[in-house]
């Protein structure tokens, strides 16, 4: 039985990095195309969609050798069905050329004769056009949106906690501790309605700006990882044991000093934890934000103008994308997961490793 154990707990981490590995690989070989095509440009690339013209050697190569010769200044010749041809600009007398065209007997000579749309007029061909994709707006946009729901929540969430362990009367921490938890429960898509059309127009009267813009979208953001943070929160500070808080007490410390130099060193990890799994669910967040965020491809000179993110844009296009539109897609989501990664990689790192 022991051993059967040890092989369940071994099975169990394994098929995490099993995962882990495999949705990587994956987004790398559908983004491959996408990155041959644009490479790390597409960081940077605020186009999307945008048709631009390619010019081809050859294509160049006649249309300058047409360029020096006028098709009207020549005389158009017609085949025969003999073999012979006839000028029909020439001076031939009125007999001749009625003769002449009398004897044709297929006109896909006449057709081979007529110069093409791309042989006259201007002398140039039709030219090819290339669609460019960038994925700097939507990433702006992620990076952006997360970093205003951050800042609006943990404040938040981190005095909720404080305020369920060690402030409030049991009668009351725990219904409201009931209700955090439920608002955690609630589908993203209604807190994007909610905030479409209640938060969005309040933001615009107070604030000023769109109804819809990056603003807003961090907002709903904030308030959706809320709850999220401070169940983790308050989970963390309940670990604190009894025995510190006393000594402090009882050597003269005040609440606020309690909190500050007793109870958060000690739940330090825990709250990281909260605060990264809030991060995570809130970068990928797509309904709430595809509501309010306005959809648009433009970088935002203020946090009050619309703009895109990256879930936004997956959602948006996904259904209708096939070939390198598609994998400008999974390019997206290979940037995203790499983000979201790194970010919570370098998090870990930096607040929890041990002096």
Same mark, same amino acid.
């Given at each position: 039985m022991?051993?059967l154990f040890q092989?369940?707990?071994?099975?169990?981490?394994?098929?995490?990095?099993?995962?882990?590995l495999?949705?990587?690989?994956?987004?790398?070989?559908?983004?491959?195309?996408?990155?041959?095509?644009?490479?790390?440009?597409?960081?940077?690339?605020?186009?999307?969609?945008?048709?631009?013209?390619?010019?081809?050697s050859?294509?160049?190569?006649?249309?300058?050798?047409?360029?020096?010769?006028?098709?009207?200044a020549?005389s158009p010749?017609?085949?025969?069905?003999?073999?012979?041809?006839?000028?029909l600009?020439?001076?031939?007398?009125s007999?001749?050329?009625?003769q002449?065209?009398?004897?044709?007997?297929?006109?896909?000579?006449?057709?081979?004769?007529?110069?093409?749309?791309?042989?006259?007029?201007?002398?140039?061909?039709?030219?090819?056009?290339?669609?460019?994709?960038?994925?700097?707006?939507p990433?702006?946009?992620s990076l952006?949106?997360?970093?205003?729901?951050?800042?609006l929540s943990i404040?938040?969430?981190?005095?909720?906690?404080?305020?369920l362990?060690e402030?409030?009367?049991?009668?009351?921490?725990?219904?409201?501790?009931?209700?955090?938890?439920l608002?955690?429960?609630?589908?993203s898509?209604?807190?994007?309605m909610?905030?479409?059309?209640?938060?969005g127009?309040?933001?615009?009267?107070y604030?000023?700006g769109?109804?819809?813009s990056?603003?807003?979208?961090?907002?709903?953001?904030?308030?959706?990882?809320?709850?999220f943070?401070?169940?983790?929160?308050? %989970?963390?500070? $309940?670990?604190? @044991?009894? &025995? =510190?808080?006393e000594?402090?007490?009882?050597?003269?410390?005040?609440k606020?000093? /309690?909190?500050?130099?007793?109870?958060?060193?000690?739940?330090?990890?825990?709250?990281?934890?909260?605060i990264?799994?809030?991060f995570g669910?809130?970068?990928?967040e797509?309904?709430?934000?595809?509501f309010?965020?306005?959809?648009?491809?433009?970088?935002?000179?203020?946090?009050? %103008?619309?703009? $895109?993110?990256? @879930?936004? &844009? =997956?959602?948006?296009?996904?259904?209708?994308?096939?070939?390198?539109?598609m994998? /400008?897609?999974?390019?997206?989501?290979?940037?995203?997961f790499?983000?979201?990664?790194?970010?919570?990689f370098?998090?870990?790192?930096?607040?929890?490793?041990r002096?």
């Amino acid at each position: 039985m022991e051993k059967l154990f040890q092989y369940f707990a071994r099975a169990s981490a394994s098929f995490v990095l099993v995962i882990l590995l495999s949705t990587l690989v994956v987004l790398y070989i559908n983004a491959k195309p996408a990155i041959d095509e644009y490479g790390l440009h597409f960081i940077i690339d605020t186009r999307w969609g945008v048709e631009v013209p390619i010019t081809d050697s050859s294509s160049n190569t006649a249309s300058t050798q047409n360029k020096g010769h006028n098709p009207v200044a020549t005389s158009p010749t017609i085949s025969t069905a003999n073999g012979s041809s006839t000028n029909l600009l020439a001076g031939a007398d009125s007999t001749q050329h009625d003769q002449s065209l009398d004897s044709l007997d297929d006109f896909s000579n006449l057709d081979e004769t007529i110069p093409t749309d791309d042989e006259v007029g201007d002398g140039t061909a039709n030219p090819k056009t290339r669609t460019i994709y960038g994925g700097a707006v939507p990433i702006i946009g992620s990076l952006c949106t997360i970093i205003i729901a951050m800042v609006l929540s943990i404040p938040v969430a981190l005095g909720i906690a404080v305020f369920l362990s060690e402030i409030a009367p049991e009668r009351l921490s725990k219904p409201v501790g009931i209700a955090i938890e439920l608002l955690a429960a609630i589908p993203s898509i209604i807190y994007g309605m909610w905030a479409l059309f209640y938060m969005g127009p309040m933001v615009s009267h107070y604030i000023g700006g769109h109804s819809v813009s990056l603003l807003v979208a961090g907002m709903v953001l904030g308030v959706m990882v809320i709850p999220f943070m401070a169940a983790l929160s308050r %989970d963390a500070i $309940n670990t604190t @044991p009894d &025995v =510190l808080k006393e000594s402090a007490y009882s050597m003269g410390a005040t609440k606020f000093e /309690v909190v500050k130099d007793i109870i958060f060193p000690y739940a330090k990890s825990g709250i990281v934890g909260s605060i990264i799994v809030s991060f995570g669910r809130g970068i990928g967040e797509t309904m709430a934000v595809a509501f309010v965020i306005g959809g648009v491809f433009q970088i935002v000179g203020k946090v009050t %103008d619309p703009t $895109n993110s990256i @879930p936004v &844009v =997956l959602a948006n296009n996904f259904a209708e994308s096939s070939g390198l539109s598609m994998s /400008v897609l999974y390019y997206l989501a290979l940037i995203l997961f790499i983000v979201s990664f790194s970010i919570i990689f370098l998090a870990k790192y930096f607040l929890l490793r041990r002096k």
